[in-house]
């Protein structure tokens, strides 16, 4: 491989199509194309990709291109319905709590939608805080994160 935009490619390539759950793995596989990487080089290129983990059913985690993930799960949420538990909130501030481990993914489906009423989200491990706008309701804020996670129950 010549250069780095010809691996970060390569990396794209590798994580669309394949569930890929650790780094050794995918350095592996960039072995198998003649791409020779050490973690910290996947590291530094993992933040210019914009690659993060996501839980999987069967494999536990999995790398996923973030720009796919946002696209792919806002139509298919129900692979994270479940890990997604309830919602409160404190003037423009909303906290929704998640099952352990899935804050991050759930937290990048709800900047993916790239509503009017949410600046942002900040994910932990098990919580999300959600910083609303100014003139945003409490109401349309969980009207929308209901219609991602039907399931989520709203605690005041």
């Known amino acids: 491989m010549r250069n ?3 691996r970060l490619n390569l990396i794209r390539r590798i994580i669309g199509e394949e569930l890929i759950s650790s780094q ?3 350095i592996k596989r960039l072995s198998e194309h003649g791409v020779h990487a050490t973690q910290s080089t996947l590291s530094r290129d993992f933040k210019e990709v914009n690659i993060s983990k996501m839980p999987h059913p069967d494999k536990g985690y999995i790398y996923v291109l973030s720009e796919k993930l946002g696209g792919e799960i806002v139509t298919n949420t129900a692979n994270l319905g479940d890990a997604v538990l309830d ?5 423009n501030i909303a906290v929704i709590s998640t099952k352990s481990g899935y804050a991050s993914a759930v937290s990048v489906i709800i900047d993916a939608r790239k509503s009017k009423d949410i600046i942002g ?3 932990g491990d098990n919580n999300i805080i959600v910083i609303l706008h100014q003139e945003a309701t409490h ?3 969980l009207a929308q994160i209901q219609q991602l996670f039907p ?3 709203y605690l005041g």
């Not at 919602?87 to 003037?91: K, L, N, Y």
Request: glycine share 0%.
């Open 4 to 6: 780095k935009t010809e």
């Open 24 to 26: 050794e793995e995918l």
């Open 87 to 91: 919602i409160r909130f404190s003037h």
């Open 121 to 123: 989200t900040v994910a």
């Open 139 to 141: 109401e349309d804020v």
């Open 151 to 153: 399931t989520l129950s």
